[in-house]
């Protein structure tokens, strides 16, 4: 999609974060990903590079993908990473505490205890501001080490 189409879609997801805040998160969340896949398949150009690199990645990684299948999906959760972690935007804590599952969390407040810092790595391939909305809303001391997205919650 070319920048035009970026910012459009942007526009788009700004008005309808807000109906969308207003469902449960999990429907919300993949509603949002409707709008990828959707786009996937009425757009013949996105569709033909979601598809070029889903067959790339198959290729790199010895796979043997569906690539209608999975492109639509890639196309879905596409949407996803863009809404990052606005879809959380305004919740009670008691709406977003089920919507993660933690491990290791004895051990980040094992260390924290002991007057320790710790790096957490998180991947970009997906809603990378979840992880630190969580610690937020948790009350950890949090520090980011990347661009500021432009696009996050005003949590």
């Not at 959707?38 to 979601?50: A, F, M, N």
Request: hydrophobic share 40%.
């Amino acid at each position: 999609m070319d920048r035009r189409g970026l910012n459009i879609r942007k526009v788009l997801l700004g008005i309808v974060l807000p109906l969308l805040r207003r469902l449960p998160p999990r429907v919300a969340s993949d509603m949002a990903a409707g709008i990828g896949r959707t786009e996937y398949g009425l757009l013949k150009g996105l569709r033909h590079r979601v598809d070029q690199a889903v067959i790339h990645g198959s290729h790199h990684f010895g796979a043997s993908w569906d690539v209608a299948a999975v492109g639509r999906e890639l196309a879905g959760n596409q949407i996803r990473w863009r809404t990052r972690d606005r879809l959380l935007d305004g919740l009670p804590q008691e709406r977003v505490t089920p919507l993660f599952t933690v491990r290791g969390r004895e051990g980040l407040d094992a260390k924290l205890r002991e007057g320790r810092g710790v790096v957490l790595l998180c991947n970009h391939f997906g809603s990378h501001m979840m992880p630190a909305h969580w610690l937020m809303r948790e009350g950890y001391p949090l520090r980011l080490f990347m661009e500021r997205p432009r696009h996050i919650s005003r949590f």
